[in-house]
């Protein structure tokens, strides 16, 4: 048993050990009149205010001017996946950027990989994942408290990997507060009938005195996992005839679809009246294997070259984090708050061609930042600060396409907020200073058969300035109007600057532009939010005008048996509206019913008048919860268009329907301790499911009709 299980048995056993003790002190206290309020079991049965961790403002979700999604409690129970980019992919204007079902990055409006931040209790995830897609995020969806996701550019509070929006997973492993009864605790085990999946997860925390420790572990074990029919969208009939049989029989199965993870944190903190200090290490270990991805090994014999068998591409992934949280409330006149974080990042992630390994890629970044709130001045509030971001990337293997570079961002940012009536008035700005440095060059000799190395680094520095402007009117006590106009700017990444030679993972070749200059983009965006009693939802209309959008344009030619794609840079327009709307149809003797619905849609055309590359389709969709006494229900459908306005050399996707049911029954045990049996039903339709966003959606459906077992336990 290595560490991670341990650690995962360990937390789930002392939470069910906490439980007994807890059910048989209750027992002796007997209290007949004690029954769970709605709001505590069903998020939807009273409206709880949650203040967003992803702004040093403190504000809930009604009071930003910019469009914003949380999930937390029982919303987040029910979209908990395999990959962050798979539990958010259900809410409006946000899509997955998947490998298969156990890969995935978040897509927020038709912009991905660079352009959208992943953050872990505010502070950059620091892995790879936005270099390629087959790189997976470093965080495991379910220890999360909530999830965050800030649309449109949030490149004031987090800089250029943010001008498409920000996904900010809060799982407080670094302690803020001592549990109101000295310790709380988690637990979930679960599994599926579609991968065989195995999944485990626990954690505590607990404290006194002014200390508080957390603990947390998770163990998952999945097989290749079940698909509605054959793998490849558009089989090419010439390469595969002789294989027919072969094909047939791997119908139903998606080869090479397995993944194996575990990952563990422990953290401590010392909690005073006005300073908080706190220390937290995570771990986290994943091995999987790449859907469609095979290489082709080849051996000469004289004047002849003779193939060997194709051999699967499989990955291996291991992180390790150290973070450190200094706050202050009150520290110094004139300031309400100073918060100060450090976190050092390790990642590594080692692409394997069969038992050999191709190429390692490995990341070592510190990233420091400091927040200071100032007291009110006048009728503005507002914070300042600066962040540093130190990152040294190599990837080593006979084929690494993307040489060794490190990357230096050095920025301050500063934003204010108003009110005046009805009025709320929010200003933010941030200025950078980025370098990339290539430490060596990569060149490669087209149509032949050795690689060549140029000698020699090559820095670009450029300087983002974002601005932004935002207001809010509230026309009623529970509606209001938000306007938000933004100019922010991006730096260009060494990827994408530098990149060179096949990754064989991808499928692609690579070839970078080290002439990129930095784009702009212009967003304006427009929503009408309504938050009563009954009625709960939000309409938004945007638009991005991009200059100088860099993209990875397919240029139809291909490279070492990949297809060539090429950093490219031109103008591009995206617009976009998203809709979701709630609504409580009310208490009857059958139960308290809701009825919910969505809507997105995003286009993205360049200035040539070709469409961007890996957009979603438009979708729509809706729903229906219910709750009576101990037991909920939800179903949820979502239609999504086929996907026909492509770029070029991208192939059609055809739509879906996707068809999610889930019964929960809350065991009658004890009070204190809340045991939760549920089951769902997963793509019930058996749905051959492509997304559109992904490299990998011709050679790599998403999972097919799957139930799911599980029990949770939370106290």
């Not at 205010?49 to 910019?66: D, F, I, K, N």
């Not at 409006?92 to 959208?116: H, K, T």
């Not at 499911?689 to 077992?709: E, H, V």
Request: hydrophobic share 35%; with cysteine; aromatic share 10%.
């Amino acid at each position: 048993m290595n560490p991670y299980q341990s650690l995962t048995a360990l937390l789930c056993c002392g939470a069910l050990a906490s439980a007994s003790a807890l059910a048989s002190q209750e027992h002796a206290q007997t209290q007949p009149e004690a029954k769970h309020e709605h709001g505590t079991y069903h998020g939807h049965d009273e409206i709880e205010e949650v203040v967003v961790q992803a702004t040093p403002l403190q504000r809930s979700l009604g009071e930003l001017s910019q469009s914003a999604t949380i999930l937390s409690g029982e919303s987040l129970h029910r979209e908990l996946a395999n990959n962050i980019g798979e539990t958010l992919t259900r809410q409006a204007g946000l899509a997955n950027a998947s490998f298969g079902q156990n890969v995935g990055r978040p897509v927020i409006r038709g912009l991905q990989g660079q352009r959208v931040g992943v953050l872990s209790n505010n502070m950059s995830a620091s892995d790879a994942s936005a270099v390629s897609q087959d790189h997976a995020v470093a965080i495991e969806p379910f220890l999360a408290d909530q999830i965050e996701v800030l649309r449109g550019p949030a490149t004031l509070l987090y800089g250029s990997g943010a001008i498409g929006g920000v996904v900010n997973i809060v799982s407080h492993t670094i302690p803020e507060k001592v549990p109101a009864d000295g310790f709380d605790a988690r637990a979930m085990a679960q599994l599926d009938s579609a991968a065989d999946q195995r999944f485990a997860a626990g954690r505590i925390d607990f404290g006194t005195a002014g200390f508080a420790f957390h603990a947390d572990g998770f163990y998952r074990r999945t097989d290749d996992y079940e698909i509605p029919g054959a793998a490849e969208l558009y089989p090419d009939e010439e390469e595969h005839g002789e294989q027919g049989d072969h094909d047939e029989s791997m119908n139903g199965l998606l080869e090479n679809s397995f993944l194996d993870n575990q990952g563990g944190s422990l953290g401590a903190s010392w909690i005073g009246e006005r300073w908080r200090l706190g220390l937290s290490w995570s771990g986290y270990e994943s091995d999987y294997g790449i859907p469609g991805a095979h290489h082709h090994h080849h051996e000469e014999e004289g004047m002849h070259e003779e193939e060997e068998e194709e051999e699967l591409v499989t990955v291996g992934l291991d992180s390790r984090r150290w973070d450190t949280e200094v706050v202050g409330n009150d520290p110094f006149a004139g300031f309400g708050q100073l918060s100060f974080r450090f976190a050092n990042t390790d990642y590594t992630h080692t692409e394997f061609e069969g038992e050999e390994i191709g190429t390692t890629f490995d990341s070592d970044t510190n990233d420091v930042r400091l927040e200071l709130r100032h007291l009110p001045w006048g009728r503005w509030s507002g914070a300042f600060g600066l962040q540093y971001t130190d990152t040294d990337f190599t990837a080593v293997g006979e084929e690494a396409y993307v040489p060794p570079s490190n990357s230096e961002n050095a920025a301050l940012f500063w934003i204010e907020s108003a009110e005046f009536g009805s009025w709320q008035v929010d200003l933010g700005l941030r200025y950078e200073d980025v370098k990339v440095t290539a430490l060596e060059q990569l060149s490669h000799e087209h149509h032949q058969d050795e690689e060549e190395h140029d000698e020699g680094s090559l820095r670009r520095s450029f300087s983002p300035f974002s601005i932004s402007a935002g207001a809010i009117w509230q026309l009623r006590e529970d509606r209001h109007l938000s306007f938000s106009l933004s100019r922010a700017e991006r730096a260009p990444t060494a990827p994408e600057l530098f990149a060179f030679g096949p990754h064989v993972a991808s499928q692609t070749f690579e070839i970078g532009d080290s002439s990129l200059r930095k784009e702009s983009n212009l967003h304006g965006e427009i929503g009408y939010r309504v938050s009563g009693d009954l009625l709960s939802g939000s309409l938004v209309v945007y638009v991005d005008r991009f200059d100088d959008y860099i993209y990875q344009q397919n240029t139809g030619e291909e490279e070492d048996g990949f297809p060539l794609r090429q950093w490219s840079q031109q103008d591009a327009d995206f617009i976009g509206a998203e809709i979701e709307l709630r609504y409580d149809i009310g208490h009857y003797d059958s139960g308290h019913w809701w009825i919910f619905g969505l809507f997105d849609y995003v286009d993205g055309e360049l200035a040539d008048g070709h469409n961007v590359p890996l957009m979603p389709p438009m979708r729509f969709g809706g729903g229906l919860d219910w709750h009576r006494g101990a037991w909920q229900a939800n179903l949820t459908w979502i239609h999504a268009d086929d996907h026909s306005d492509v770029a070029d050399y991208e192939t059609p996707t055809p739509g879906y329907d996707l068809l999610n049911a889930e019964i929960t029954w809350r065991l009658p045990f004890f009070e204190r301790a809340e045991w939760d049996l549920f089951f769902k039903g997963h793509n019930l339709l058996d749905e051959d499911i492509r997304n559109s966003t992904s490299y990998l959606k011709d050679q790599a459906p998403q999972i097919g009709r799957n139930f799911i077992l599980g029990l949770r336990l939370s106290m």
